[in-house]
């Protein structure tokens, strides 16, 4: 993809040279689409940020150096890990140094303290745990790891002396992908409860609207809370997984099948329907060749937008526990541990968790704002 | 004009059911159009003109079945000797029907997909009627482009890229395009300005003796239906108040509400003094019109028998029908000449 800069740049010397300016009209939409896309700087930023943490979120058991719930004995709430480099002659060869614990005389907290001659090197691509890929495939590779004797922990340990790292990367898994369940739910819904709205009008029409109102005038926290109580504590994490993303799809289609039905209606008497109705066209085929059309861009914006609010959801419901818990794995089990007011000054790595929901959150809006930007057909 | 017309509309009716509350309860009925009857001979241009509120748009989209009728017949001559009525013939059956007739809209700027090429636009009409596809439809389309005036090699482009005026020529490609019999133009200029509206109005009238078009020209202004229609028809409040030829219309008026629209009309002479008619209040409430003459509380002529009784349609003169029960009395003044 060429940089925008250099597209611009090229613009007034492809028209003072002459060339035909059927080169330039003849762009298709897709790539009309795209380059709008990614003149938007933020998108640009956003959309590789969201691939790799998916990427994350998909290899996490091989980027995570130790299991989810492996607990590091003798090393609770213990800081990140400093890396240090050289060894051996090679300047770049990193290396941790074996820690040792001991306790504040007067407080009791740990304290853990670097033993300057024990230098244990950084190895890639170690045989560790054996783990699944996707369910694929069983493999013991991990990204990277230390001999037995120390450990490393590049985020600390949480306060049952588990490496925070691993964790926060393997409960990408639950925390990123909840908000792409919740939003295929409620996309199904919305589309087709808002769609029968718009479609068939009347009666219909009013009650559908009704229920919404009453749905969007109940407060969001209360109804999942009440959802979520139904959910059987026994039921193993997977399962209540699925029910946390039903939750929050339930309350979140409402939106969605406003602005289905919205744009409907709207697009339904707009002139340019009437003159395919009048060339011939069936009710099918206006709706796929005409409406569809118009209106996909606008779905696709509000769905990229509407994820964030399922994370923050899940988030949110984990964090008061009553969400996914232990021994699940998501952002919001994680910042449970931060829940005092200790924790917060003493052991501040415990919110990196929260860093990654807040930079997803962000990327997030960047790329839907790109999207709406690049997707408006009036401005193409 | 041909003594057979190819469309022949008798007893026209849309109304509207007014709903109320939640469970829509019709509480009454907008008679947006009530009664009305025209013809239109081949290659013949009907213009007609009201205020809006009038019904004349809903006129033309009854006709082409934009919207369905609540009543009456619309006699379509599509071939020399098949007549159908677009009023009872099934959607399946129109579909196939829909090549004979087409629309010009109002709004160059709602009438085209923005998301579609011009190439897919105009072609649109042939592909579905079935007539051509692939390079054919693309050759067919480019000399549509050509024949309205705009340039062929723009055929890849989106509406977006287009002035309005380009859009309307844009507009009169893609009704041309199934060389139908009949064209409902709905306002096609009054969303342009002036000089593009003259350009436009010549392309109509230019595309007319070219192929044999006759026009439905729905029009809010009398300056504009003058320049290009054979006969004009007024609406008022869903109804026809007057139909005559053009020039009986324009310079023997048999109607009051017309000779208030004809005062309304610019001169191109300074120094003709004119008196304006301003005609008070607004156009009648189509739900719930006055008893009487429709036109009677704006109508400076009303007398005690407007009141009550509603006047009929009738022939004044060879051709000129109106509905004024004074129609023979009064002394009304036309345009100037």
């Given amino acids: 993809m060429e940089s925008p800069e250099k597209v611009n740049a090229q613009l007034p010397d492809l028209a003072t040279a002459g060339v035909d300016d059927d080169a330039i009209e003849y762009l298709s939409r897709g790539k009309l689409i795209r380059r709008r896309f990614w003149r938007h700087r933020l998108a640009r930023l956003g959309l590789p940020v969201l691939l790799a943490l998916y990427m994350m979120a998909i290899f996490a058991d091989f980027i995570a150096p130790y299991p989810a719930h492996t607990r590091l004995k003798g090393f609770k709430d213990a800081p990140p890990s400093v890396i240090h480099f050289g060894l051996d002659g090679n300047p770049f060869r990193p290396y941790v140094y074996a820690r040792k614990r001991s306790f504040h005389p007067e407080t009791f907290r740990e304290i853990y303290t670097e033993q300057e001659d024990e230098k244990f090197p950084i190895h890639f691509f170690v045989r560790g745990e054996r783990y699944e890929i996707l369910g694929l495939f069983k493999l013991d590779l991990h990204l990277f790891g230390v001999d037995e004797g120390a450990n490393i922990t590049l985020f600390g340990t949480d306060s049952v002396s588990r490496d925070l790292f691993s964790r926060t990367v393997i409960a990408a898994r639950v925390s990123l992908f909840v908000g792409l369940g919740g939003v295929a739910i409620s996309f199904v819904l919305g589309c087709l409860i808002g769609g029968v709205s718009g479609y068939l009008g009347g009666i219909v029409d009013e009650v559908i609207q009704r229920i919404i109102d009453l749905l969007i005038a109940i407060p969001t926290l209360p109804l999942w809370m009440v959802l979520s109580a139904a959910i059987p504590r026994e039921w193993p994490v997977e399962h209540t997984f699925f029910a946390i993303t039903i939750v929050l799809s339930i309350v979140g289609w409402t939106g969605l099948a406003r602005v289905v039905r919205g744009k409907l209606l709207s697009l339904r008497d707009l002139d340019f329907v009437v003159a395919s109705k009048l060339c011939g066209g069936s009710d099918l085929y206006i709706i796929t060749r005409h409406l569809l059309p118009n209106f996909a861009s606008h779905l696709i914006v509000t769905l990229t937008l509407a994820i964030p609010g399922m994370i923050l959801g899940e988030t949110a419901l984990s964090f008061i526990g009553i969400g996914m818990l232990e021994p699940g794995v998501s952002w919001g089990v994680l910042l449970q541990d931060t829940m005092n007011f200790g924790a917060l000054v003493h052991q501040p790595w415990k919110l990196i968790p929260g860093v990654f929901i807040i930079v997803t959150i962000l990327m997030f809006n960047f790329v839907g704002d790109g999207l709406r930007d690049a997707a408006d057909p009036y401005s193409l | ?337």
């Fill in chain 2, 1 to 337: 004009m041909r003594a057979e017309p190819i469309l022949k509309v008798e007893g026209l009716k849309k109304y509207f059911p007014l709903e109320k509350g939640f469970l829509r309860r019709v509480v009454g009925q907008v008679k947006a159009v009530d009664d009305v009857s025209l013809r239109i001979g081949a290659g013949e241009t009907l213009g007609l003109v009201g205020e809006s509120g009038s019904g004349k748009t809903t006129v033309g989209r009854c006709i082409l079945r934009a919207l369905e009728p609540t009543a009456g017949s619309i006699q379509f001559q599509i071939d020399d000797d098949l007549t159908v009525d677009m009023a009872r013939i099934d959607r399946r059956e129109l579909r196939a029907l829909r090549r004979y007739a087409n629309m010009i809209f109002q709004d160059p700027f709602y009438s085209l997909d923005p998301r579609w090429t011009i190439l897919d636009i105009v072609g649109e009409p042939l592909k579905l009627a079935k007539l051509a596809a692939g390079a054919e439809l693309e050759e067919r389309v480019a000399h549509l482009m050509e024949v309205v005036g705009l340039e062929a090699k723009h055929l890849r482009r989106y509406p977006h890229a287009f002035s309005g005026g380009q859009r309307q020529r844009i507009g009169v490609a893609r009704a041309l395009a199934t060389n139908p019999r009949l064209i409902i133009a709905d306002e096609p200029v009054s969303a342009l300005d002036v000089s593009t509206q003259a350009q436009i109005l010549n392309l109509l009238s230019d595309l007319q003796s070219e192929f044999g078009l006759a026009y439905l020209f729905i029009a809010h202004d009398l300056s504009v239906v003058e320049h290009i229609s054979d006969r004009v028809a007024v609406m008022y409040v869903g109804k026809l108040v007057e139909i005559a030829p053009k020039d009986q219309l324009f310079f023997f008026p048999k109607h009051p509400y017309t000779e208030a629209l004809l005062s309304a009309v610019p001169t191109p002479n300074p120094d003709v003094e004119r008196k304006r008619i301003i005609l008070p209040g607004e156009i009648a409430n189509p739900a719930d019109p006055p008893a009487g003459c429709y036109f009677h509380p704006r109508c400076q002529y009303a007398q005690a028998r407007c009141r009550e009784e509603e006047p009929l349609l009738r022939e004044i003169n060879p051709g000129q029908w109106a509905s004024c029960h004074f129609a023979e009395e009064l002394e009304l003044v036309g345009a100037p000449r």
